[in-house]
Nanobody, 124 residues
């Protein structure tokens, strides 16, 4: 079993920066993709970005690419989401997901392991 655990979410003001972390535990050697999703109140969960544990390539959704950066530590056990110039529209629960698939997916259904989420609230 694999368990992602998110941390770092909190209340911030518009324009602030925040870094989220996601640490994997369990049988992590089987994991090839780690991703961030977010879900705002009343909306569907949406893809934010992904990092491949094989090679370390990253991909961030175009809507936040100029403000958000995804990275991971060298063993690729912990993934980070650096969020800059935060806006009220970024308010959401941010989820970490992981999967064995070697192809970094962008949809919810492509990930089998999920964290419980961390709340990010951005006030104007």
């Amino acid at each position: 079993q694999v368990q992602p655990v998110e941390s770092g979410g909190r209340w911030v003001q518009a324009g602030d920066s925040l870094r989220l972390s996601c640490k994997l535990s369990g049988f992590i050697s089987a994991i090839n993709s780690m991703a961030w999703f977010r879900q705002a109140p009343g909306k569907e969960r949406e893809f934010v970005g992904v990092v491949s544990r094989n090679g370390g390539s990253t991909n961030v959704v175009d809507s936040v690419k100029d403000r958000f950066v995804i990275s991971s530590d060298n063993p690729k056990v912990t993934m980070y989401l650096q969020m800059n110039s935060l806006k009220p529209d970024d308010t959401a629960v941010y989820y970490c997901a992981a999967d064995r698939s070697a192809r970094p997916g962008v949809s919810v259904g492509e990930y089998n392991y999920w964290g419980r989420g961390t709340q990010v609230t951005v006030s104007s």
